[in-house]
Protein backbone atom coordinates (compact mmCIF):
# COMPACT_ATOMS: atom_id res chain seq x y z
CA UNK A 1 0.00 0.00 0.00
CA UNK A 2 1.32 3.45 -1.07
CA UNK A 3 0.22 6.79 0.65
CA UNK A 4 -0.75 9.58 -1.64
CA UNK A 5 2.86 11.36 -0.47
CA UNK A 6 4.18 8.50 -2.43
CA UNK A 7 5.44 7.04 0.84
CA UNK A 8 4.91 3.14 1.47
CA UNK A 9 2.23 2.73 4.55
CA UNK A 10 3.88 1.89 7.73
CA UNK A 11 3.23 -1.97 7.60
CA UNK A 12 3.52 -1.97 3.95
CA UNK A 13 5.16 -5.86 3.84
CA UNK A 14 4.20 -7.74 6.88
CA UNK A 15 2.24 -10.31 6.60
CA UNK A 16 -0.87 -11.34 8.81
CA UNK A 17 -2.32 -14.55 9.74
CA UNK A 18 -5.71 -13.05 11.49
CA UNK A 19 -6.92 -16.77 13.23
CA UNK A 20 -8.98 -14.72 15.28
CA UNK A 21 -13.28 -13.80 16.22
CA UNK A 22 -15.22 -11.81 17.14
CA UNK A 23 -14.00 -8.25 18.56
CA UNK A 24 -10.11 -7.71 20.24
CA UNK A 25 -8.45 -9.49 17.59
CA UNK A 26 -10.78 -8.76 14.60
CA UNK A 27 -9.89 -5.06 16.07
CA UNK A 28 -6.28 -5.61 16.62
CA UNK A 29 -5.58 -6.83 12.95
CA UNK A 30 -7.64 -4.29 11.29
CA UNK A 31 -5.43 -1.25 12.32
CA UNK A 32 -2.88 -3.36 11.09
CA UNK A 33 -4.52 -3.48 7.74
CA UNK A 34 -5.09 0.26 7.76
CA UNK A 35 -1.78 0.64 8.10
CA UNK A 36 -0.59 -1.02 4.88
CA UNK A 37 -0.16 -4.92 6.35
CA UNK A 38 -1.53 -8.26 4.33
CA UNK A 39 -4.34 -9.14 6.62
CA UNK A 40 -5.04 -13.17 5.69
CA UNK A 41 -7.88 -13.84 8.24
CA UNK A 42 -7.95 -17.61 8.57
CA UNK A 43 -11.23 -18.94 9.48
CA UNK A 44 -13.61 -22.01 10.07
CA UNK A 45 -15.12 -23.52 6.96
CA UNK A 46 -18.98 -23.06 7.12
CA UNK A 47 -19.04 -20.86 9.71
CA UNK A 48 -16.54 -18.34 9.96
CA UNK A 49 -15.69 -15.73 12.53
CA UNK A 50 -18.26 -15.20 14.87
CA UNK A 51 -19.46 -11.95 14.10
CA UNK A 52 -20.55 -13.02 10.76
CA UNK A 53 -23.26 -13.71 12.65
CA UNK A 54 -23.98 -10.45 14.96
CA UNK A 55 -25.21 -7.34 14.27
CA UNK A 56 -28.69 -5.24 13.85
CA UNK A 57 -29.65 -6.33 10.75
CA UNK A 58 -30.60 -9.99 10.96
CA UNK A 59 -30.84 -10.18 6.96
CA UNK A 60 -26.72 -9.60 7.12
CA UNK A 61 -26.85 -12.06 9.74
CA UNK A 62 -28.13 -15.10 7.71
CA UNK A 63 -26.12 -14.27 4.56
CA UNK A 64 -23.07 -14.18 6.85
CA UNK A 65 -21.95 -10.77 6.46
CA UNK A 66 -23.35 -9.68 10.04
CA UNK A 67 -22.75 -5.59 10.75
CA UNK A 68 -20.29 -6.64 14.01
CA UNK A 69 -18.34 -8.36 11.03
CA UNK A 70 -18.77 -5.65 8.53
CA UNK A 71 -17.16 -3.00 11.61
CA UNK A 72 -13.27 -4.40 11.67
CA UNK A 73 -12.30 -7.15 8.69
CA UNK A 74 -12.30 -4.62 5.78
CA UNK A 75 -9.11 -4.81 3.79
CA UNK A 76 -8.71 -8.50 4.53
CA UNK A 77 -8.61 -11.76 2.52
CA UNK A 78 -10.56 -14.39 3.78
CA UNK A 79 -9.64 -18.25 3.89
CA UNK A 80 -11.54 -20.98 5.45
CA UNK A 81 -9.46 -23.90 7.24
CA UNK A 82 -9.79 -26.44 9.40
CA UNK A 83 -6.89 -26.73 11.21
CA UNK A 84 -7.94 -30.05 13.59
CA UNK A 85 -6.90 -32.79 10.93
CA UNK A 86 -3.34 -33.43 9.98
CA UNK A 87 -4.08 -31.56 6.14
CA UNK A 88 -4.99 -28.55 7.91
CA UNK A 89 -1.73 -28.25 10.40
CA UNK A 90 0.13 -28.95 7.58
CA UNK A 91 -1.30 -26.33 5.71
CA UNK A 92 -1.41 -23.55 8.48
CA UNK A 93 2.59 -24.46 9.05
CA UNK A 94 2.92 -23.63 5.16
CA UNK A 95 1.15 -20.04 5.89
CA UNK A 96 3.08 -19.12 8.96
CA UNK A 97 6.29 -20.05 7.15
CA UNK A 98 5.85 -16.87 4.83
CA UNK A 99 3.81 -14.59 7.59
CA UNK A 100 5.56 -12.19 9.54
CA UNK A 101 3.07 -12.34 12.27
CA UNK A 102 0.08 -14.63 13.54
CA UNK A 103 -3.18 -13.31 15.89
CA UNK A 104 -5.04 -15.32 17.83
CA UNK A 105 -7.18 -15.30 20.11
CA UNK A 106 -8.39 -18.90 21.50
CA UNK A 107 -8.91 -19.90 24.95
CA UNK A 108 -5.07 -20.43 26.61
CA UNK A 109 -3.79 -23.83 25.45
CA UNK A 110 -6.33 -24.63 22.34
CA UNK A 111 -3.36 -23.71 19.88
CA UNK A 112 -0.87 -26.05 21.72
CA UNK A 113 -3.75 -28.98 21.79
CA UNK A 114 -3.96 -28.61 18.70
CA UNK A 115 0.09 -28.81 17.49
CA UNK A 116 -0.25 -25.40 16.43
CA UNK A 117 1.32 -23.75 19.60
CA UNK A 118 4.20 -20.88 19.43
CA UNK A 119 7.00 -23.42 20.13
CA UNK A 120 5.76 -25.68 17.04
CA UNK A 121 5.21 -22.82 15.00
CA UNK A 122 8.38 -20.91 15.84
CA UNK A 123 10.55 -23.92 14.22
CA UNK A 124 8.41 -23.53 10.72
CA UNK A 125 9.07 -19.64 11.08
CA UNK A 126 11.83 -18.09 13.83
CA UNK A 127 11.04 -14.91 13.03
CA UNK A 128 7.31 -15.15 14.16
CA UNK A 129 5.93 -12.86 15.90
CA UNK A 130 2.87 -14.50 17.48
CA UNK A 131 0.46 -12.45 19.40
CA UNK A 132 -1.60 -14.62 21.72
CA UNK A 133 -4.75 -12.25 22.91
CA UNK A 134 -7.04 -13.92 25.96
CA UNK A 135 -9.52 -12.83 28.61
CA UNK A 136 -7.57 -12.78 31.55
CA UNK A 137 -3.67 -14.02 30.35
CA UNK A 138 -1.75 -17.10 29.45
CA UNK A 139 -0.93 -18.25 33.25
CA UNK A 140 -2.35 -17.76 36.58
CA UNK A 141 -5.76 -19.34 38.66
CA UNK A 142 -7.70 -17.62 35.86
CA UNK A 143 -6.07 -18.27 32.70
CA UNK A 144 -9.17 -21.40 31.48
CA UNK A 145 -12.16 -18.99 32.48
CA UNK A 146 -14.28 -18.05 29.51
CA UNK A 147 -14.00 -14.30 29.29
CA UNK A 148 -16.27 -12.17 26.75
CA UNK A 149 -16.33 -8.62 27.35
CA UNK A 150 -18.46 -7.92 30.14
CA UNK A 151 -17.24 -10.62 31.66
CA UNK A 152 -14.06 -8.88 32.06
CA UNK A 153 -15.68 -5.15 32.07
CA UNK A 154 -16.63 -6.82 35.33
CA UNK A 155 -13.91 -8.35 37.33
CA UNK A 156 -11.23 -5.29 35.94
CA UNK A 157 -13.17 -3.10 38.12
CA UNK A 158 -14.58 -0.74 35.28
CA UNK A 159 -18.47 -1.37 36.20
CA UNK A 160 -17.89 -0.75 39.79
CA UNK A 161 -17.11 2.96 38.82
CA UNK A 162 -19.25 3.36 36.01
CA UNK A 163 -22.34 4.96 37.04
CA UNK A 164 -23.51 7.04 39.77
CA UNK A 165 -23.91 6.23 43.34
CA UNK A 166 -27.67 4.98 42.74
CA UNK A 167 -26.63 3.13 39.68
CA UNK A 168 -23.34 1.31 39.74
CA UNK A 169 -22.42 -1.35 38.79
CA UNK A 170 -22.66 -0.27 34.98
CA UNK A 171 -21.65 -1.39 32.08
CA UNK A 172 -19.63 0.79 29.78
CA UNK A 173 -21.63 1.29 26.74
CA UNK A 174 -19.59 -0.25 24.01
CA UNK A 175 -17.08 -3.44 24.19
CA UNK A 176 -14.15 -1.34 26.35
CA UNK A 177 -12.25 -4.53 27.32
CA UNK A 178 -12.33 -5.88 23.53
CA UNK A 179 -11.28 -2.61 22.35
CA UNK A 180 -8.27 -1.75 24.53
CA UNK A 181 -7.45 -5.49 24.55
CA UNK A 182 -7.12 -5.14 20.45
CA UNK A 183 -5.30 -2.24 20.56
CA UNK A 184 -2.87 -3.17 23.19
CA UNK A 185 -2.54 -5.97 20.53
CA UNK A 186 -1.57 -4.12 17.96
CA UNK A 187 0.80 -1.69 19.61
CA UNK A 188 2.71 -4.89 20.79
CA UNK A 189 2.83 -6.38 17.56
CA UNK A 190 3.86 -3.19 16.06
CA UNK A 191 6.62 -2.72 18.76
CA UNK A 192 7.83 -6.38 18.33
CA UNK A 193 8.15 -5.73 14.27
CA UNK A 194 10.94 -2.82 15.28
CA UNK A 195 12.90 -5.79 17.09
CA UNK A 196 16.08 -7.35 15.78
CA UNK A 197 16.04 -10.37 15.32
CA UNK A 198 12.58 -10.85 14.99
CA UNK A 199 10.56 -13.73 16.20
CA UNK A 200 8.62 -13.44 19.64
CA UNK A 201 5.58 -14.83 21.84
CA UNK A 202 2.98 -11.82 22.48
CA UNK A 203 0.75 -12.70 25.54
CA UNK A 204 -2.04 -10.17 25.57
CA UNK A 205 -4.48 -10.13 28.60
CA UNK A 206 -8.04 -7.57 27.98
CA UNK A 207 -7.90 -7.53 31.70
CA UNK A 208 -4.59 -5.70 31.81
CA UNK A 209 -5.17 -3.82 29.23
CA UNK A 210 -8.42 -2.35 30.76
CA UNK A 211 -6.56 -2.25 34.43
CA UNK A 212 -3.58 -0.34 32.93
CA UNK A 213 -6.08 1.68 30.98
CA UNK A 214 -7.33 3.10 34.19
CA UNK A 215 -4.54 4.63 35.60
CA UNK A 216 -4.93 7.65 37.71
CA UNK A 217 -7.91 5.25 39.70
CA UNK A 218 -5.28 2.90 40.07
CA UNK A 219 -2.60 5.52 41.20
CA UNK A 220 -5.66 6.87 43.75
CA UNK A 221 -5.88 3.78 45.12
CA UNK A 222 -2.46 1.96 45.36
CA UNK A 223 -0.80 5.29 45.89
CA UNK A 224 -3.26 7.34 47.59
CA UNK A 225 -5.32 4.98 49.56
CA UNK A 226 -8.68 6.26 48.08
CA UNK A 227 -11.13 3.59 47.01
CA UNK A 228 -12.42 3.83 43.83
CA UNK A 229 -16.26 4.73 43.62
CA UNK A 230 -18.94 5.79 40.81
CA UNK A 231 -19.19 9.42 40.47
CA UNK A 232 -21.83 9.24 37.82
CA UNK A 233 -21.01 12.36 34.99
CA UNK A 234 -18.46 14.24 37.35
CA UNK A 235 -15.04 14.91 37.22
CA UNK A 236 -13.78 13.71 40.85
CA UNK A 237 -10.35 15.89 40.26
CA UNK A 238 -12.29 19.43 40.38
CA UNK A 239 -15.50 21.44 39.82
CA UNK A 240 -17.37 22.67 38.41
CA UNK A 241 -16.02 20.04 36.03
CA UNK A 242 -18.88 17.60 34.77
CA UNK A 243 -22.23 17.70 32.59
CA UNK A 244 -24.56 20.12 33.61
CA UNK A 245 -28.69 20.45 32.56
CA UNK A 246 -29.50 23.87 29.58
CA UNK A 247 -32.63 24.18 28.26
CA UNK A 248 -32.37 21.57 25.84
CA UNK A 249 -28.94 19.75 25.57
CA UNK A 250 -26.60 18.83 28.40
CA UNK A 251 -23.11 20.02 28.18
CA UNK A 252 -19.75 18.89 29.49
CA UNK A 253 -18.08 21.99 31.20
CA UNK A 254 -14.40 21.35 32.57
CA UNK A 255 -13.96 24.69 34.77
CA UNK A 256 -10.69 22.57 36.37
CA UNK A 257 -8.42 25.97 36.32
CA UNK A 258 -9.13 28.43 38.86
CA UNK A 259 -9.30 31.03 36.47
CA UNK A 260 -11.71 29.16 34.58
CA UNK A 261 -13.71 28.76 37.49
CA UNK A 262 -13.53 32.40 38.47
CA UNK A 263 -14.47 33.63 34.32
CA UNK A 264 -17.42 31.13 34.37
CA UNK A 265 -18.58 32.73 37.76
CA UNK A 266 -18.11 36.05 36.25
CA UNK A 267 -19.91 35.21 32.94
CA UNK A 268 -22.97 33.26 34.27
CA UNK A 269 -22.83 37.06 36.81
CA UNK A 270 -22.58 34.87 39.70
CA UNK A 271 -19.49 36.77 41.38
CA UNK A 272 -20.54 36.10 44.85
CA UNK A 273 -19.99 32.67 44.31
CA UNK A 274 -16.61 33.44 44.15
CA UNK A 275 -16.41 34.25 47.96
CA UNK A 276 -18.77 32.25 49.15
CA UNK A 277 -16.90 30.13 51.72
CA UNK A 278 -18.38 26.78 50.42
CA UNK A 279 -16.76 27.90 46.59
CA UNK A 280 -13.99 29.83 47.20
CA UNK A 281 -11.34 26.84 46.85
CA UNK A 282 -10.67 23.86 44.98
CA UNK A 283 -11.40 21.55 47.73
CA UNK A 284 -14.23 23.32 49.22
CA UNK A 285 -16.01 23.07 45.45
CA UNK A 286 -15.14 19.17 45.39
CA UNK A 287 -17.40 19.37 48.95
CA UNK A 288 -20.13 21.10 47.86
CA UNK A 289 -20.12 20.71 44.29
CA UNK A 290 -23.76 19.10 44.37
CA UNK A 291 -25.11 22.57 46.01
CA UNK A 292 -22.66 24.10 42.78
CA UNK A 293 -24.20 22.59 40.39
CA UNK A 294 -27.78 23.73 41.47
CA UNK A 295 -26.47 27.56 41.72
CA UNK A 296 -25.08 27.48 38.20
CA UNK A 297 -27.70 25.16 36.73
CA UNK A 298 -30.41 28.01 37.45
CA UNK A 299 -28.42 30.22 34.96
CA UNK A 300 -27.65 27.38 32.49
CA UNK A 301 -31.41 26.39 31.95
CA UNK A 302 -32.24 29.93 30.93
CA UNK A 303 -30.33 29.69 27.18
CA UNK A 304 -29.57 26.73 25.01
CA UNK A 305 -25.98 24.49 24.89
CA UNK A 306 -25.32 26.15 21.64
CA UNK A 307 -24.93 29.57 23.33
CA UNK A 308 -23.25 27.85 26.27
CA UNK A 309 -20.92 26.12 24.16
CA UNK A 310 -19.82 29.31 22.15
CA UNK A 311 -19.63 31.42 25.31
CA UNK A 312 -17.51 29.47 27.72
CA UNK A 313 -15.18 28.33 24.33
CA UNK A 314 -14.82 31.95 23.49
CA UNK A 315 -13.45 32.38 27.37
CA UNK A 316 -11.45 30.03 27.66
CA UNK A 317 -13.51 27.51 29.30
CA UNK A 318 -13.51 24.05 27.90
CA UNK A 319 -17.62 22.97 27.00
CA UNK A 320 -18.89 20.81 24.83
CA UNK A 321 -22.37 19.29 24.06
CA UNK A 322 -22.91 15.89 25.07
CA UNK A 323 -24.00 14.09 21.61
CA UNK A 324 -25.39 11.26 20.70
CA UNK A 325 -23.36 8.64 18.02
CA UNK A 326 -25.53 9.83 15.38
CA UNK A 327 -25.07 13.48 16.34
CA UNK A 328 -21.02 12.79 16.55
CA UNK A 329 -20.81 11.00 13.52
CA UNK A 330 -22.58 13.71 11.76
CA UNK A 331 -20.46 16.34 13.72
CA UNK A 332 -18.89 19.33 11.61
CA UNK A 333 -15.17 18.12 13.14
CA UNK A 334 -15.68 14.38 12.62
CA UNK A 335 -17.15 14.83 8.84
CA UNK A 336 -13.77 17.62 8.09
CA UNK A 337 -11.39 14.88 9.47
CA UNK A 338 -12.30 11.90 7.46
CA UNK A 339 -12.42 9.36 9.81
CA UNK A 340 -15.78 7.66 8.03
CA UNK A 341 -15.10 6.24 4.42
CA UNK A 342 -16.64 4.20 2.00
CA UNK A 343 -15.94 0.88 0.32
CA UNK A 344 -18.05 -0.66 -2.29
CA UNK A 345 -19.90 -3.61 -0.85
CA UNK A 346 -21.88 -5.57 -3.98
CA UNK A 347 -22.17 -2.78 -5.70
CA UNK A 348 -23.40 -0.23 -3.29
CA UNK A 349 -21.32 1.88 -1.14
CA UNK A 350 -20.90 0.99 2.65
CA UNK A 351 -19.69 3.37 5.56
CA UNK A 352 -16.47 1.82 7.39
CA UNK A 353 -14.30 3.48 10.03
CA UNK A 354 -10.89 4.29 8.58
CA UNK A 355 -7.74 4.65 11.33
CA UNK A 356 -8.10 6.62 14.23
CA UNK A 357 -4.63 8.18 13.20
CA UNK A 358 -3.55 10.47 10.33
CA UNK A 359 0.15 9.61 8.81
CA UNK A 360 1.53 12.74 6.87
CA UNK A 361 -2.02 14.09 6.08
CA UNK A 362 -3.69 11.31 4.88
CA UNK A 363 -5.97 9.24 7.26
CA UNK A 364 -5.09 5.12 6.35
CA UNK A 365 -8.50 3.39 4.79
CA UNK A 366 -9.64 0.21 3.67
CA UNK A 367 -9.54 0.46 -0.21
CA UNK A 368 -11.33 -3.49 -0.43
CA UNK A 369 -14.82 -4.68 1.51
CA UNK A 370 -14.86 -7.35 4.17
CA UNK A 371 -14.73 -10.86 2.60
CA UNK A 372 -17.40 -12.95 1.95
CA UNK A 373 -16.55 -15.98 3.80
CA UNK A 374 -13.63 -17.81 2.00
CA UNK A 375 -13.68 -15.93 -1.18
CA UNK A 376 -9.65 -15.60 -1.34
CA UNK A 377 -8.87 -19.45 -0.41
CA UNK A 378 -8.16 -20.60 -3.65
CA UNK A 379 -6.39 -17.45 -4.61
CA UNK A 380 -4.20 -17.75 -2.07
CA UNK A 381 -3.49 -21.41 -1.67
CA UNK A 382 -2.53 -20.89 -5.56
CA UNK A 383 0.19 -18.14 -4.74
CA UNK A 384 1.44 -20.89 -1.88
CA UNK A 385 1.97 -23.08 -4.67
CA UNK A 386 -0.20 -25.53 -4.28
CA UNK A 387 -2.42 -27.22 -7.85
CA UNK A 388 -5.90 -27.09 -8.51
CA UNK A 389 -6.06 -30.69 -8.05
CA UNK A 390 -4.45 -30.70 -4.38
CA UNK A 391 -6.96 -27.36 -3.60
CA UNK A 392 -9.79 -29.92 -5.02
CA UNK A 393 -8.97 -32.58 -2.87
CA UNK A 394 -8.61 -30.10 0.39
CA UNK A 395 -12.35 -28.82 -0.63
CA UNK A 396 -13.39 -32.59 -0.79
CA UNK A 397 -12.47 -33.33 2.39
CA UNK A 398 -13.56 -30.51 4.06
CA UNK A 399 -9.85 -29.19 5.20
CA UNK A 400 -10.84 -25.53 3.25
Excluded at 112 to 127: I, M, S
Excluded at 172 to 196: H, W
Aim: charged share 20%.
Amino acid sequence: MVTETGRPAPLTGVRVLDLTNVLAGPYCCYQMALLGAEVIKVERPGTGDLARQLGADPERNAANMGISFLAQNAEKASLTLDMKPPEGKALLKRLVRGADVLVENFRPGVMNRLGLGYDVLKQENPRLIYCAISGFGQDGPRRNDPAYDQIVQGISGVMSITGGPDTAPYRVGYPVADTFGGMTAAFAVCAALNQTPRGTFLDISMTEALLSSMGWVVSNFLIGGVEPAPHGNENTTSSPSGTFATSDHPINIAANRDSQWESLARLLERDDLLTHPDYSTREARKINRQTLREELETILRTQGASHWVKTFNAAGIPTGRVMTVADALADRQIVHRGLITEVDFDGAAMPVAGAPVVVDGQRPAPNKPPPKLGETTEALLLNLGLTTKEIAALRGKNVI
